[in-house]
């Protein structure tokens, strides 16, 4: 435990929070903020320049105990200071302030929490469906208590007028892709407007890991957003090792990232290959599936599975990596991706479909909370491998590849700035050394002091998955099972841009472009 | 885009033989389970039916009952019991009858019960 940094800027927000200082200079400060005063911590907080709002959530709220107060959480991500920031206001009663009046990115985790635990903003502002189907009846299982009323359908207010029709697409759709209502309000050509229904995918992950050890619900949160194996389940893992107090030993750290990064190369080669698809190049969608299958392949080859479920473990990592057929086959892997970009890159008739395609500005990513490849493209450097730089990120830092336009070219550039440098970080990984391992979780009760209101075991973990930020916060029991997780994929943070984005001037036939370019989740978005 | 063809063409043929030749790549993939009778107690089949998250797995009487259809090869019935469950090798799971691809496994291990 060391004094808490002056020259920082954490100082200065705690002390718009009303504390004075903190106990633990940890990269995650958690502190309590009076309901009465949410409202103004948070308009403290959004005006603070390098504080973003990374989640919202809600934990308590049990219906079997009569007057369990839902206890409201945020996250911040505080960039330049290199830390988390957590408030905990303890909600008694079924409103708090609409926070998503003063920061937007909150939209979403209002509509959620509405869902989940029947408490909302004040006002009347519409609230969306996001994970709950709409035939669900009270005993549905939910986290806390149902909402007094059903929330409305997205954009139930929702008129059509003049020359505009509503042209009704999905969820179930062609090529195996997701199930994903679109209803897409075109004039004939342009995209006049989009509105989009998740709900379809739910599973109630959060729920089902409720009274589960950190292990067994591991496996289940891997399954959460399968394009994003690695990527939740080290945020998840880092939070239960938060929340216990144990650190796992270096080379497993450095296991996980080689996961990682090889998770990143081959969602950023599934991506090119859907952008060929969606702009009918079919040979250059071939040549990006030939990659992607070797990429798959190398996958397998390396850890034992395509998608690399089962490598990361509560306290470290379940396998290592086959360092041999990494070296052997990566750069080859990896060359076919390369060559077939730098191909797509010459390709006019590919670039004039992406250029000023889908652009979604720089304001609207910071307003919105964007993450990853989407905001960077936008020209915000926002990477929690360089911004928060867990093991082994610290000692092998990434180049932080930024785009400017924030248009689905600029994106395609930076997932193939990304996927050169995630090749560099695996062979500097590899050099280093890496294998499995795990530090022992200790058995019952650890004594951990948090500030008033929280649980005593409770932590914060985070990854910089493919999609951009992955985030998870989890609450152990005395008998170490989980007694709250919240999962925050980055696809939750990106959603919300896609619409957007759509609108921005587009024609009906480049909302596929724009969704390639998103390479986002409806799983990981209704979970 | 004269010139994707003819990269598509020089690219050639790129898929593998299977199933005329064996793919190299099988080996590194999970298959589903295959159990050694003589490992197995109920006490152990009820075990392995809790942890199946797909409930391929279920028992009847001294019989454990596999549903190859329904398994997603998983691993996770081979991490609890090792000694009773290994991988199949097998990954080429077909059948003209659904009800040929449910399996029963007579349980012969000496148990308490």
Known sequence: MTALRQDAGLPGLLSLLGHDAVADDGPVVTVAVAATDTEAAVRRLAAAPGARLADLFASGGNPAIDGDPVVLRMVWGLDSDRRYLVTESVIEGERYPALSDIVPAAFTEECEIYEQFGIRPAGDKPLNRVALPPQVDPGFPRLGRPPAEQPADVHAAHFVGGQAFEFPFGPVRGVGVESLYYGLVTSGEELVDLYLFTWHKHRGVEWRLRGRTPREALFQVERTEGLGAVGVGWAFAAATEAAAGVEPPARAMRTRAIALELERLYNHAAATAALCQSTGLAVGQAAAEIALERLLRLNAAAFGHRYLFGVVDIGGARCGPDAAALRRELPGAYGELRRAADALLGTNSFLDRLEATGILTQEAAQRLGMVGPVARATGLRVDARADHPAAPYAEHPPAVATGQGGDVLARFRVMQAEAAESVRLIGDLLEAGAGPGCADLPEGTISRTGPPGSPDRSGLGWAESSRGEALAWVSLDEGGRIARARLRPASVRNWRGFDDACRSQNVFTDVPIIEASFWLTVAGMSR | ?113
């Open chain 2, 1 to 113: 885009m004269p010139l994707w063809f003819v990269r598509g063409l020089r690219r050639g043929v790129v898929t593998t033989r299977y199933p005329a030749r064996p793919d190299s790549s099988a080996a590194a993939l999970p298959t589903p389970p295959a159990f050694r009778p003589q490992a197995l107690t109920r006490e152990l089949a009820d075990r392995l039916c809790l942890v199946c998250p797909s409930r391929a797995l279920t028992r009847s009487g001294d019989v454990l009952v596999f549903d190859a259809g329904a398994c997603t090869a998983c691993g996770r019935c081979q991490e609890a019991a090792p000694e009773a469950v290994t991988p199949s090798g097998e990954f080429e799971l077909a059948a003209t009858d659904r009800g040929h691809l449910v399996k029963r496994i007579p349980l012969l291990g000496e148990g308490d019960s």
